[in-house]
């Protein structure tokens, strides 16, 4: 029998088995549209480090092939509710196939886990999105990648004048650059990260999130630091996957902006990934229209449209948890104005609940 006449079976990934994770893993890394955030490693991550529930579906063929997986968050918070995304906490996922015919089976499959498991909202952050009933979104985020050059020069090149102007000024202050997951590293990443989000309004994430994102994928992610006279002012976590660096938790104190360390820091990150052996820089997705949108662009990255797609019951508005959104507008004024120590208290036990 042809295989692609084979029928597809679907069943739940058990994450917990070593040899099943294993052969998901495997599955995942050799498709060319994969993203962490397909990987088993973040998926369990998260749901540890958030105390969220991990979910996968596999579609299989009868001879034991894999067609397509679909990794799912379950996501429960009493002030913004329950949904399962693939994948929570990232800005892709979605249903990873190599046939067509498992992209509808694993969407209504995921759809009904759904239903069972009392989550009013489903969301698919990347991949082939289905049809109706699904609201398809390809106009509010941006994600922003290019390949990195062969030296620092290039990359230099490869950056607009005037913002090539702000990085060199920043690399004239010489400032100190360390990498790594030791204790220190990720104690200071905690605290520049912390009080970054605090003035941007919204709530930081649970330390134990970053601790067990890089204990899950061990060397293919770390930590870069930017410290003046010893003093951490601006860090990124990144995880590296299949030759692409992904920065992803990143900030600064209000000390990094004269001294221009974000800059710094992801030039020094560019440096850090081509010894890593990296050749691509994914600078991660933007709100079009934004500030960070437009920082990217200044660097030379060239936005280009993520698809996203959400369900809720008919006749039924799916979950909003935007930072952006107008309803959202008084609570991050407020938030802006806490004291850190009691954002830092308060942050991870809201935004476990984000997803």
Request: proline letters at 7%; glycine letters at 10%; charged letters at 20%.
């Amino acid at each position: 029998m042809p295989l692609l006449s084979m029928p597809l079976a679907l069943r739940a990934a058990n994450l917990a088995d070593a040899g099943d994770r294993a052969r998901i893993d495997g599955f995942v890394r050799a498709h060319p549209a994969a993203t962490p955030f397909h990987v088993p490693a973040w998926n369990i991550a998260v749901a540890r480090g958030c105390g969220q529930r991990a979910h996968c579906l596999v579609a299989e063929r009868g001879n034991g092939e894999i067609a397509g997986v679909l990794p799912l968050t379950e996501i429960g918070s009493p002030l913004f509710g329950r949904a399962l995304v693939s994948t929570g906490f990232g800005v892709g996922g979605g249903i990873l196939a190599v046939y067509d015919d498992a992209v509808p089976l694993l969407a209504e499959a995921g759809w009904a886990l759904a239903e069972r498991l009392r989550c009013p909202t489903m969301e698919l952050r990347g991949g082939p999105l289905p049809g109706a009933p699904w609201q398809i979104d390809e106009t509010t985020y941006l994600g922003f990648a290019r390949d990195l050059a062969s030296d620092d020069e290039g990359d230099l090149a490869a950056v607009p004048r005037k913002q090539r102007a702000e990085i060199r000024k920043g690399l004239a202050q010489n400032l100190e650059i360390e990498s790594g997951c030791h204790d220190k590293v990720v104690k200071d990443h905690y605290s520049v990260y912390s009080q970054s989000v605090r003035n941007l309004g919204t709530p930081v994430f649970p330390a134990r999130l970053f601790r067990e994102v890089l204990r899950e994928f061990d060397d293919s992610a770390d930590i870069l630091v930017v410290r003046q006279g010893g003093m951490a002012v601006a860090s990124v976590l990144s995880v590296y996957m299949n030759g692409v660096v992904y920065p992803y938790w990143g900030g600064g104190t209000p000390a990094a902006r004269d001294l221009r360390a974000n800059d710094v820091m992801y030039f020094a990150l560019m440096r850090h990934a081509r010894a890593r052996g990296c050749t691509r820089f994914d600078f991660g997705r933007s709100k079009a229209g934004t500030g960070p949108a437009a920082f990217k662009k200044n660097w030379g990255f060239t936005g280009q449209p993520l698809h996203y797609a959400k369900r809720a019951p008919a006749g039924e508005a799916p979950r909003e948890i935007n930072p952006l959104s107008p309803r959202y507008r008084m609570q991050v004024a407020a938030w802006r104005k806490l004291p850190l120590w009691a954002a830092n208290r308060l942050g991870p036990i809201i935004s476990k609940g984000l997803g």
